[in-house]
Structures are given as structure tokens and as C-alpha cells.
């Protein structure tokens, strides 16, 4: 089964940091890895998606890069700014046949920036 | 494209009632899914559907609930017998199986259900 882990669960920041989610995985046969982002009460917002192909995706301030052979993803945050507090969750889709559809996700780590 | 919207936001039930929840997908989108998601956790995988056809199912999703999506269009999640254990934020999610690793899930809102 895979599983997914997020570190930290928890990160306070002053406005304007630069700033890196971390995201493993267990099972390196990945079909696909997406951020999401959440705010509080809210669904899901899809930030980034990159391939099992791909090293990294680029989203304005957001960059993302995939690893797949160490399990790990980062999320780069530049220029943090109040408007990004929100629910950062990495979620994984395997490339196993019986179970191609779902992802699976980490806790997230929860952001906070401040002014 | 307006997104994927769930019907109703909210629910509040007393324990032993049934409930059924809505999604409607993005039009064009040929699968959906449906996630449950309690505080502090990230979203755990229940069902999903390409067109009308259910093609898994996870075992967190015991006889007491059913899905359908009858016509491949909008899916309903119904819960019999509900228990407080139910409580949690119910999500939907719709994607365009395009053959290809590029495929994107895009989530609703969410119904929140509060068992009592």
C-alpha cells in the first residue's frame, strides 16, 4: 500500500520567506503526483501536476520537483506572502492496474504566513 | 466550465438516519471520484467511475454505503443507517481520463456531515 508522509505538519512564517514542503512516498511506481491546496472548511484546489516522467513543474511562484527513485516531491514557495495560509497536501496515483484511479494522500502541512 | 459542485454543503443528521449526497462533475470529465476526509487527515480514496461503470471500490466503504453515477453524468453517495463515525467531509472529484499521466482531479466544495 502506499503511503504518503508530509513534513512539517506545521509551518510559520513572516511574509516574504522563500520556503520548501517536503513530500515522500513509499511505492516509486507512480503514475502521477499532485499539490493541492486547502483552505480551511474548503475542497481542494489543484496547484501543480507532474508526470512520472517529469523532474518539475512551474506554476508562478510555485515550483515543484519529483524524484521518483528516492520517493520524494518538494513544493518551493517563493516570495511567501499572507494569501498563501492554507493546507499544502501532496497526493500520489499509483501505476498498479488495480488501483490506477485513486490518489493517495499525505496529512499536509498546514501554512502560515504572516505579516 | 463552472467546476464540480456538490449538493448540500452541509448536513446534519441524527445516527441511524440515511443520507445521500451529490456531485456534478466537470461536463465534459468521463470519470469521477468520490474521497472522505476527517479534521487533521488528508482525503482517503472510496469509489470512483469511469462513464457509469464503478470501477473500484475501497474497503472503507462498507454495504452501508452506496454509490451510482446512472447516466455518466452527476453520481450520488448514499449512507444508510448513519453512525457517528461518519462524520467527516465528503469529496467529490472529476478528471478526463485523457490515456495519459497528465490527468488532473478536480475536487468540489465538499458536503460536510455531522452525525449526532
Known amino acids: 500500500k502506499q503511503e504518503v508522509t508530509q513534513i512539517p505538519a506545521a509551518l510559520s512564517v513572516p511574509e516574504g520567506e522563500n520556503l520548501v514542503l517536503n513530500c515522500s512516498f513509499t511505492?516509486?511506481?507512480?503514475?502521477?503526483l499532485q499539490w493541492f491546496r486547502q483552505d480551511p472548511g474548503k475542497g481542494l484546489t489543484s496547484l501543480l501536476l507532474?508526470?512520472?516522467?517529469?523532474r518539475e513543474q512551474t506554476s508562478g511562484r510555485l515550483n515543484a520537483s519529483l524524484d521518483k527513485s528516492s520517493g520524494r516531491s518538494t513544493l518551493y514557495i517563493a516570495a511567501s506572502q499572507p494569501g498563501d495560509s492554507a493546507t499544502y497536501l501532496c497526493a500520489v496515483r499509483v501505476d498498479r492496474g488495480s488501483t490506477l484511479g485513486r490518489l493517495y494522500f499525505g496529512r499536509g502541512t498546514q501554512l502560515t504566513v504572516w505579516p | 466550465d463552472t467546476g464540480v459542485s456538490q449538493d448540500p454543503r452541509h448536513k446534519i443528521t441524527k445516527r441511524g438516519q440515511n443520507v445521500t449526497f451529490r456531485c456534478d462533475p466537470i461536463?465534459?470529465?468521463?470519470?469521477l471520484y468520490w474521497y472522505r476526509q476527517t479534521l487533521g487527515q488528508g482525503p482517503e480514496f472510496l469509489t470512483y467511475?469511469?462513464?457509469?461503470?464503478?470501477?473500484?471500490k475501497s474497503r472503507l466503504l462498507s454495504d452501508r454505503f452506496s454509490a451510482e453515477r446512472p447516466k455518466g453524468s452527476f453520481s450520488t453517495l448514499e449512507i444508510q443507517r448513519t453512525e457517528q463515525g461518519d462524520s467527516a467531509m465528503y469529496l467529490c472529484a472529476s478528471s478526463w481520463a485523457s490515456g495519459g499521466s497528465d490527468e488532473t482531479q478536480y475536487f468540489g466544495p465538499g458536503t460536510r456531515l455531522l452525525v449526532l
Open positions: 507532474i508526470q512520472s516522467s517529469q
Open positions: 461536463s465534459e470529465h468521463n470519470r
Open positions: 511505492d516509486s511506481a507512480i503514475y502521477n
Open positions: 467511475f469511469q462513464n457509469e461503470a464503478q470501477l473500484e
